[in-house]
């Protein structure tokens, strides 16, 4: 039992983390493992800025073009330099990034782990499958809405034979309802998202 409901935790919180905004999904951003990063790091190795505009706002361009052509002044001259001048251009261009997405920057995190559903998400873009994504993402949804519908259908059989039984169904309703509002509310927070952009 006890293994059953840490499996169904595990895709409950995969399945929300993949329904929050963008603000969330992309928070790996910050990390040094993050995409921006990596992006960051051929980019700097090449000497070409190009493939980094993307990653943020048009206005910031030419801050982060500059930014770049320091960087790669100063990175030549020694290993600490170039340790140093990678360091300070990486933190500028997620700190203009995460601004564009309206969220707050808090420096680099270096070693820190990426959500699993936002490796989950990377690896269907590598591998040009959302497949795998989907069916987890499914699972989850429907084992997190199957065990409190059946909670709270139990709990709402006995609901009037004592208070105490009572207060357990509508504790039981309260855990169900809100659990799927909040799925639904995520679901159309994320498209209302999407229609924005």
């Given at each position: 039992?006890?293994?059953?409901?840490?499996?169904t935790l595990?895709?409950?919180?995969i399945s929300v983390a993949m329904l929050t905004s963008s603000h969330a999904?992309?928070?790996?951003?910050?990390?040094?493992?993050?995409?921006?990063i990596k992006t960051a790091q051929v980019a700097l190795d090449k000497g070409d800025v190009t493939p980094l505009l993307k990653w943020v706002e048009p206005t910031e361009?030419?801050?982060?073009?500059?930014?770049f052509e320091k960087t790669l002044k100063v990175r030549d001259k020694s290993s600490q330099?170039?340790?140093l001048a990678d360091m300070y251009f990486y933190e500028t261009l997620?700190?203009?990034?995460?601004?564009?997405?309206?969220?707050?920057?808090?420096?680099?995190k270096p070693g820190v782990d990426i959500d699993p559903a936002v490796a989950l998400a990377d690896k269907a873009l590598d591998s040009?499958?959302?497949?795998k994504l989907v069916k987890i993402l499914t699972k989850a949804m429907e084992s997190g809405i199957r065990e409190r519908f059946s909670h709270a259908s139990n709990?709402?059989?006995?609901?009037?034979?004592?208070?105490?039984?009572g207060r357990e169904y509508i504790a039981s309703y309260v855990e169900f309802t809100h659990y799927v509002e909040g799925l639904h509310g995520l679901i159309k927070g994320g498209a209302a998202h999407h229609d924005e952009h």
């Open positions: 039992m006890q293994t059953k409901l840490k499996k595990t895709y409950t919180a999904a992309f928070a790996h951003c910050d990390t040094m493992e993050g995409p921006v361009e030419q801050n982060i073009t500059q930014a330099s170039k340790e997620v700190r203009i990034h995460r601004a564009g997405e309206d969220a707050p920057y808090t420096g680099l040009g499958s959302v497949d709990n709402q059989k006995q609901a009037d034979n004592s208070v105490e039984e």
